[in-house]
């Protein structure tokens, strides 16, 4: 072992931490609020995030690299066979997990699912008991989710917090994270707060505005990608992205009456874009089908779920 110590040298400390638990508990509002940026969609609406999203937090000699991903559900098509095995590969390699339960709400069966994932797991698990500021039980909530864990022999500790309102509790267990980080390089440059591609963060912004907009079941039959982004001499970023639907009735639902839709949700997502780049933004959305493409593992390939 080298003796840092007498080579002036800091050892670093680094790993893995999943965030993990069912749709719509705020997994990816945690990892924004533990990066202090937006790195992952959010939205009200459950199974916004569909890939593991890898977030970065590097403070001194200490890097953790957050994994988001998409929440544990009964899959019903491709889709959500491929968010499933996504939680599936995350935890198969990382150092911690984060299990994030909303406290509005006693177990459901997909919290179950998550904690027979995380029972037996032999790595240390931190229960974050999320959106306090809207239970009206919250401690009753949190030992209901307690018992899911029950026998559970490895390291396993508890806090509850807003995710989205409480940023000194966030901070707080964002420092027991760095403390449980094993010995490693780091994974990531000093700086980065991401591993995706800068087309991959826009797509996902954009899709986030889609699902905003859009009602009942549609926003699950969209995905998003980007196909070109360009800098002009002026700053300008003129970026090109394509809606992709799977039946040719919600193209039409997508751009609405005289185009309105289709603007309204690229308003909002070039605003988005332009406040974190910090500059000016064109935005050109345009409308495609592929037939079924949840169901479609090609497709899903084409699309950037591989």
Same mark, same amino acid.
């Given at each position: 072992?080298?003796?840092?110590?007498?080579?002036?040298?800091?050892?670093?400390?680094?790993?893995?931490?999943?965030?993990?638990?069912?749709?719509? $508990?705020?997994?990816?509002?945690?990892?924004?609020?533990?990066? /202090?940026?937006?790195?992952?969609?959010?939205?009200?609406?459950?199974?916004? #995030?569909?890939?593991?999203? %890898?977030?970065? =937090?590097?403070?001194?000699? %200490?890097?953790?690299?957050?994994?988001? #991903?998409?929440?544990? =559900?009964?899959?019903?098509?491709?889709?959500?066979?491929?968010?499933?095995?996504?939680?599936?590969?995350?935890?198969?390699?990382?150092?911690?997990?984060?299990? $994030?339960?909303?406290?509005?709400?006693?177990?459901?069966?997909?919290?179950?699912?998550? !904690?027979?994932?995380?029972?037996?797991?032999?790595?240390?698990?931190?229960?974050? /008991?999320?959106? #306090?500021?809207?239970?009206?039980?919250?401690?009753?909530?949190?030992?209901?989710?307690?018992?899911?864990?029950?026998?559970?022999? =490895?390291?396993?500790?508890?806090?509850?917090?807003?995710? +989205?309102?409480?940023?000194?509790?966030? !901070?707080?267990?964002?420092?027991?994270?760095?403390?449980?980080?094993?010995?490693?390089?780091?994974?990531?440059? +000093?700086?980065?707060?991401?591993?995706?591609?800068?087309?991959?963060? !826009?797509?996902?912004?954009?899709?986030?505005?889609?699902?905003?907009? &859009?009602?009942?079941?549609?926003?699950?039959?969209? !995905?998003?990608?980007?196909?070109?982004?360009?800098?002009?001499?002026? /700053?300008?970023?003129?970026?090109?992205?394509?809606?992709?639907?799977?039946?040719?009735?919600?193209?039409?639902?997508?751009?609405?009456?005289?185009?309105?839709? &289709?603007?309204?949700?690229?308003?909002?997502?070039?605003?988005?874009?332009?406040?974190?780049?910090?500059?000016?933004?064109?935005?050109?959305?345009?409308?495609? $089908?592929?037939?079924?493409?949840?169901?479609?593992?090609?497709?899903?390939?084409?699309?950037?779920?591989?």
């Amino acid at each position: 072992m080298t003796d840092f110590s007498s080579t002036g040298e800091q050892q670093t400390h680094s790993g893995f931490i999943a965030i993990i638990g069912k749709p719509n $508990v705020g997994k990816s509002t945690l990892l924004n609020s533990f990066l /202090g940026t937006k790195v992952a969609p959010t939205s009200p609406r459950p199974q916004t #995030t569909r890939r593991g999203v %890898r977030g970065i =937090h590097t403070s001194g000699e %200490r890097q953790i690299v957050f994994v988001d #991903t998409p929440g544990m =559900h009964k899959a019903k098509d491709a889709l959500g066979k491929y968010m499933n095995h996504e939680v599936h590969s995350a935890l198969a390699d990382v150092d911690a997990v984060v299990w $994030v339960v909303d406290l509005r709400h006693p177990p459901t069966d997909e919290d179950q699912l998550v !904690a027979r994932q995380i029972r037996e797991l032999p790595k240390p698990v931190f229960m974050v /008991g999320n959106k #306090t500021d809207a239970a009206k039980y919250p401690d009753e909530a949190m030992k209901l989710y307690r018992a899911l864990l029950e026998g559970r022999e =490895h390291d396993t500790s508890e806090t509850m917090l807003s995710a +989205q309102n409480n940023p000194a509790a966030v !901070a707080t267990l964002r420092e027991q994270l760095l403390d449980a980080l094993p010995e490693n390089p780091f994974f990531f440059p +000093q700086g980065a707060a991401s591993d995706q591609t800068r087309e991959q963060w !826009a797509a996902e912004i954009i899709r986030e505005e889609a699902m905003k907009k &859009l009602r009942d079941e549609l926003p699950y039959a969209v !995905a998003t990608r980007v196909n070109s982004w360009t800098e002009r001499q002026d /700053g300008l970023q003129r970026i090109e992205g394509e809606i992709v639907v799977e039946k040719n009735a919600h193209k039409g639902m997508v751009i609405g009456a005289g185009g309105k839709q &289709l603007r309204e949700i690229g308003q909002a997502a070039r605003k988005q874009l332009e406040v974190f780049l910090s500059r000016k933004v064109y935005l050109g959305l345009e409308v495609i $089908v592929i037939n079924n493409w949840r169901e479609d593992e090609e497709a899903l390939r084409e699309l950037g779920y591989e």
